[in-house]
């Protein structure tokens, strides 16, 4: 009686995998993300949550509290969270609406209460699959991570300066040593990069073309005070982001361009916020 019940129990299986193969195969299942189902949404981010829970530090954060470190966080919360999860006195940027699970609002109790500043931590650091939340720990050495941490913590008792100062940057606003020209939308997809060209008063443009989540070329040779600009082919937003973020494009857009100025030589690796493994280098000379 046990072999004929193992075997049962087998096809059974295999039954069932066969007809989740079909299913799939059919593209009958709507991945969507105007889809919400009340239900699912709850049990996922319920089981998000206790995951990020076994995973965490069991530790409190070490900056709490210190002004520098907030001062930091800040900073780098507008740079990185800002667009999607908003704040206190500044609103998400427009994409994030149609982000699905939606990005919770950080500063809410119910957040602030679920997560222990370990769990803040293990959220930022290695991120959540399958959503729009990337890890940046593999960009951001620990104290880094642990000033967003404070600053997280902050968000419910921020001073009427520090929302000021959280509202204040724009997408676009220069960075550094680099200036940052936000560019007007363009027409038809990402092609072949095309060659450094004379632009406006003999300016020299260079193209980058975002296409596939890739940055094409990959390197980029340039000299001090030509222009680079990006175009998004894809169909999501992506920016152009340097490691030590000496330049930072904001959001580029679905067949938009952003354009940035080198002033200064040296060799700039740089990633997109909303998609880490998207690598890309400026070599400027």
């Not at 709490?64 to 969270?81: I, N, S, T, V």
């Not at 427009?94 to 990005?103: D, I, K, R, S, Y």
């Not at 073309?209 to 030509?226: M, R």
Request: hydrophobic share 40%; charged share 20%.
């Amino acid at each position: 009686m046990g072999r004929p019940f193992l075997l049962g129990v087998l096809a059974a299986i295999v039954a069932a995998a066969v007809v989740a193969a079909i299913v799939i195969a059919s593209g009958v299942v709507d991945v969507a993300a105007t889809n919400v189902h009340g239900l699912q949404d709850s049990i996922l981010r319920y089981a998000s949550t206790r995951s990020i829970a076994h995973h965490a530090r069991d530790e409190k954060n070490p900056l709490a509290g210190d002004p520098a470190a907030l001062k930091k966080g800040l900073e780098h919360y507008r740079e990185m969270c800002l667009e999607c999860h908003g704040g206190p006195g500044a609103e998400p940027e427009e994409f994030a609406a149609g982000l699905h699970p939606a990005p919770p609002n950080l500063a809410h109790p119910a957040v602030q209460a679920a997560f222990t500043d370990g769990m803040l931590y293990e959220a930022v650091a290695r991120g959540i699959g399958s959503t729009g939340m990337p890890a940046f720990g593999k960009t951001h050495p620990p104290e880094e991570i642990w000033s967003i941490v404070a600053f997280v913590r902050h968000l419910p008792a921020l001073t009427p300066g520090e929302r000021e100062a959280l509202a204040r940057k724009e997408p676009g606003e220069p960075h550094g040593e680099l200036e940052v020209h936000p560019s007007a939308p363009t027409q038809g997809g990402a092609g072949a990069t095309a060659p450094a060209a004379p632009g406006a008063a003999g300016e020299r443009v260079h193209q980058v073309s975002i296409s596939d989540f890739k940055f094409v070329p990959p390197t980029l040779e340039v000299h001090a005070g030509d222009t680079i600009e990006w175009k998004n082919g894809d169909l999501v937003a992506h920016t152009a982001t340097a490691d030590d973020r000496t330049f930072d494009t904001g959001p580029i857009q679905a067949d938009q361009t952003r354009r940035v100025v080198l002033t200064k030589k040296g060799r700039f690796t740089y990633f997109c916020r909303y998609h880490i493994t998207m690598k890309g280098t400026l070599v400027v000379e």
